[in-house]
């Protein structure tokens, strides 16, 4: 078995994000063309019909295929791909889209992650009703599973939990695209309605609609786009077994985020990812599945989330910030848009744009999606240099 | 001679207190009046494979050659529920199924009928199964009448417990007690006409005829199992039978109810946990008619395991606290809308899964041993391909890996427990009933009880979900542990603080 990388061979020249949050008066279609028209300006491209040679697209919710995106974006007579891969899809399209352009297909290349939940009529994920066996399914009953374990073998509990859903409520007003701009407390998480035992409502991501897009494009035609290009330094998403019904899983993590931790740390020539990333965008579909990321990713040791999660070190401000637009949190999870999101985010971090929740001199950044059961991860390191 | 080889009962442990009923609050401890309801995951199918496991627990259930499974409220108008609850309890392929319905003595007529076929020769052993769920209109008499309950008997002529001696039987034409076409509820004409015309002197007719046949009067029975609407109309047709009142099986009236079609053979379940050898037991259903059967226990009585029988049941009870809460068990509750019917689960799904879903077989791998849920093509522990052996899991026992209480899961009843299950390797996710969420421990034993799942598709779907296993065995009775169990009384906001 061999595995190449992806390092330095592909630059992104361009980000966008649409607004996220209910967006009751807008199409997928007029999301899509928000993100991506940002996109455009960003990397100076004003006829995108004739500089996008191609379309990868992530989305989970949409019965429409890729044509939904080019026909929103009117780009014709072009390779447009629909990835979808749960929770990661937005990573995988991006990954799809910077594996054709390494692959010498095309030139450039326009990533779309978007998602419209909010026109289902309810509140919240749905509640899986396709088959039998596989009730009852709520994503945060799968995510949960990791809770009674956890808690059990390390001590930790719910009011570590709570530290950071306050944490990622603060970074979301600081967000200019965030939906929830709103502090909250640690009385108030620990009194919230519960959801699926550890979670309370606080404990859950914001589900919301949205869009974001990014233009990629081959490393030496970078800076005819804009003298600042971030590199993707690696890319990968990783599957993994059901968790449910996989015999050896301890539910003390999740297997999927430490295998492709490793190979995109391989990718980056990454060997200690707590002193050489300065920037994360984690995957917090739930407070735990952050916490648990923490130490999946090899930032802290097995079982210590607790006392870094204690004494702030993924805070603002702190020694290595996590989900500094609020993450899935407060600035929204429309699923398939999420990955590209904090694409978005990381590179404006890196380009030092990111205003008052910027990282000083931030040079690598990470971003991590895990969906499914979890059963599939996708992580993404982009880097200023 | 042909006769009953084992047996086995259930009782859902969901009890609804007559003061509840009445509007009052249930108070932790009182023991009034109350009735056993299936709660909203159960039916007469659910009840009946649990009555059947019980029957069979012991016993080959390959030896099984017919299931004949009676009650009047099948979850189906048209499906046979026999070949789904032979399916839940693994029988064998080529079982004869058959339902029986309609009719209050289709539970006794079903039990003839096996006697019959195993002395005629052509089944060797027959599962016999009662199970009722009748619906009554909310806040009825009947509502308060009536209870939930399954019976098994397997029945064969290798060392019965019990034999057949002779039956008894008078068909009458009586419009008493019906459910018509479309109808949602039991109805009945006036009480004092169904008693003084129809159940009293008809019931009493059969019971006479038998002990005719028998050419013995009342005194020789040791036990009489006898329907009834009520105690009153009980000791009637006791007296006008010259029946004692020792000789009376105890009717259960205020603690279990009257279960339709399952009530005079889960009476004689009870009848046969305390009988000795060689006593002559009775039993007698009304309905259009009445049918009675007469039984002579044996020394194998004796040599039979004990049974998850009547009592057993019993001592298990969870209160229920609110009358509301039952309406939305019941499904009687105002809603805005129906809950939606056309998610399509598909009955191709259901049909390829039925050996997982159903009858809870899993695959052990024949070249690493490891036991593996649901099936699959390939190994998850050595990667082996296509190389497997079915195994059973519904009666094994296993233990709580990981769990959550989920709340935002729709149910009558939040939270919905949901546990990772490990039942001899194979991981499974489960949900978990009859529990509450503070009893729900890492490691915990568990068995497996079949259930409703959901409704999707317009009807009942059917899988198994983990309950607590008590490893004191069959007949250990914990009546203060369990009673404290209560479907409703979780604080869920504030469970797990602190850990």
Redesign the interface.
């Known amino acids: 078995m061999s595995r190449g990388t992806l390092r330095d061979k592909v630059a992104v020249v361009g980000v966008g994000c649409s607004q996220f949050g209910e967006n009751w008066d807008m199409a997928p279609s007029d999301m899509i063309v928000d993100a991506a028209y940002e996109a455009y300006a960003d990397a100076g491209i004003d006829d995108p019909q004739r500089r996008i040679d191609a379309v990868f697209t992530g989305s989970i919710y949409s019965q429409k295929g890729p044509h939904e995106c080019s026909d929103a974006l009117k780009l014709f007579a072009k390779p447009v791909t629909m990835v979808s891969n749960y929770c990661a899809t937005g990573t995988d399209a991006f990954r799809c889209g910077v594996l054709s352009v390494a692959a010498g297909l095309y030139d450039t290349v326009l990533v779309v992650g978007y998602d419209k939940p909010k026109d289902r009529g309810v509140s919240g994920p749905s509640v899986m009703m396709n088959q039998v066996r596989d009730l009852p399914q709520t994503p945060a009953g799968w995510f949960a599973l990791c809770a009674a374990t956890y808690f059990d073998k390390y001590g930790a509990g719910r009011e570590d939990l709570g530290r950071i859903a306050v944490k990622n409520h603060h970074n979301g007003t600081l967000a200019p695209k965030s939906f929830l701009k709103r502090e909250i407390t640690l009385e108030e998480h620990a009194q919230a309605r519960m959801i699926s035992w550890p979670f309370g409502l606080y404990d859950c991501a914001a589900q919301t609609d949205g869009a974001a897009a990014a233009v990629i494009t081959r490393a030496d035609l970078a800076k005819s786009f804009r003298a600042d290009p971030i590199w993707v330094k690696g890319v990968t998403v990783i599957a993994g077994p059901n968790p449910q019904k996989d015999p050896s899983n301890d539910f003390l993590s999740w297997k999927p985020t430490g295998w492709a931790a490793d190979d995109v740390y391989r990718q980056a020539a990454i060997d200690d990812p707590r002193r050489q990333i300065q920037v994360a965008q984690l995957h917090d579909c739930f407070t735990l599945t952050e916490l648990l990321s923490y130490e999946d990713l090899g930032f802290c040791a097995k079982g210590a989330a607790r006392e870094h999660i204690a004494s702030g070190v993924f805070e603002l401000g702190g020694e290595l910030p996590v989900n500094t637009d609020g993450g899935l949190k407060t600035f929204g999870h429309p699923t398939g848009a999420t990955g590209v999101r904090m694409i978005y985010e990381n590179v404006l971090q890196l380009r030092g744009q990111a205003g008052p929740r910027q990282v000083p001199g931030a040079e690598l950044a990470l971003s991590h999606n895990i969906g499914g059961h979890p059963t599939a991860c996708g992580i993404a390191i982009l880097g200023n240099s | 001679m042909a006769g009953i080889v084992s047996y086995g009962a259930y009782v859902p442990p969901t009890r609804l207190g007559f003061g509840v009923m009445s509007g009052r609050p249930a108070k932790p401890g009182e023991e009034g009046p109350e009735r056993a309801v299936a709660w909203a995951d159960e039916d007469a199918i659910t009840m009946a494979v649990a009555a059947g496991a019980n029957a069979l627990r012991g016993f080959d259930r390959a030896g099984v050659d017919a299931l004949l499974f009676a009650s009047t409220s099948h979850p189906f108008r048209e499906k046979q529920s026999a070949a789904l609850i032979a399916k839940a309890l693994d029988l064998r392929r080529d079982v004869a199924t058959a339902d029986v319905a309609g009719s209050l003595r289709a539970g006794t007529g079903a039990l003839r009928a096996a006697f019959d076929a195993v002395a005629a020769g052509s089944a060797r052993r027959v599962l016999v199964i009662a199970s009722d769920q009748r619906p009554a209109a909310p806040g009825s008499a009947l509502e308060r009448a009536f209870g939930d309950g399954a019976v098994a008997f397997l029945v064969g002529n290798d060392d019965p417990i019990a034999v057949f001696e002779a039956a008894h039987a008078v068909a009458d034409e009586i419009v008493d007690v019906w459910r018509g076409e479309g109808d949602r509820f039991v109805h009945t004409w006036e009480d004092r006409f169904v008693v003084q015309e129809g159940y009293a002197p008809v019931l009493a007719e059969a019971v006479k005829g038998l002990l005719g046949k028998l050419g013995e009067g009342a005194g020789e029975l040791a036990r009489a199992c006898l329907y009834a609407p009520d105690e009153r109309s009980l000791a009637g047709v006791a007296k006008a039978c010259g029946l004692r009142r020792e000789q009376l099986q105890d009717a259960l009236f205020g603690r279990l109810g009257n279960t339709g079609c399952a009530f005079a053979p889960l009476l004689l379940a009870a009848a046969l946990e305390s009988a000795r050898p060689g006593e002559r037991l009775l039993v007698a259903a009304y309905g259009d008619g009445a049918e009675a059967l007469a039984l002579r226990t044996t020394a194998q009585l004796e040599k039979l395991e004990p049974r998850r029988g009547v009592s057993w049941h019993l001592a298990r009870r969870r209160p229920v606290r609110s009358y509301d809460r039952f309406l939305r068990a019941r499904n009687l509750d105002a809603r805005e809308y129906e809950p939606a019917r056309d998610?399509?689960?598909?009955a191709t799904?259901?049909f390829r899964?039925r050996d997982?879903?159903v009858s809870f077989v899993g695959q052990r791998c024949r070249s690493c041993g490891?036991l593996?849920?649901?099936n699959q093509r390939v190994c998850?522990?050595c990667f082996a391909k296509d190389d497997f052996a079915p195994e059973r899991l519904s009666d094994k026992t296993g233990s709580v890996?990981?769990?959550?209480?989920?709340?935002?899961?729709?149910t009558p009843d939040p939270?919905?427990i949901?546990t990772?299950t490990e039942i001899d390797?194979?991981?499974?996710?489960l949900?978990l009933v009859d529990a509450r969420?503070e009893d729900v421990k890492?490691g915990m034993p568990v068995e497996f009880s079949f259930r409703r799942?959901?409704e999707?598709g317009g009807r009942p779907?059917?899988?198994w979900k983990a309950r607590p296993y008590d490893p004191e065995g069959f007949a250990a009775h914990d009546p203060e542990g369990f009673a404290a169990h209560d479907p409703e009384g979780f604080a869920?906001?504030t469970?797990?603080?602190?850990?």
């Open positions: 998610q399509g689960l598909s799904i259901h899964e997982e879903d490891g593996q849920f649901p998850e522990r890996v990981t769990y959550t209480f989920d709340f935002f899961f729709p939270p919905t949901v990772i390797g194979a991981r499974v996710h949900q969420p890492l799942i959901h999707v779907n059917y899988y869920g906001a469970h797990g603080s602190g850990r």
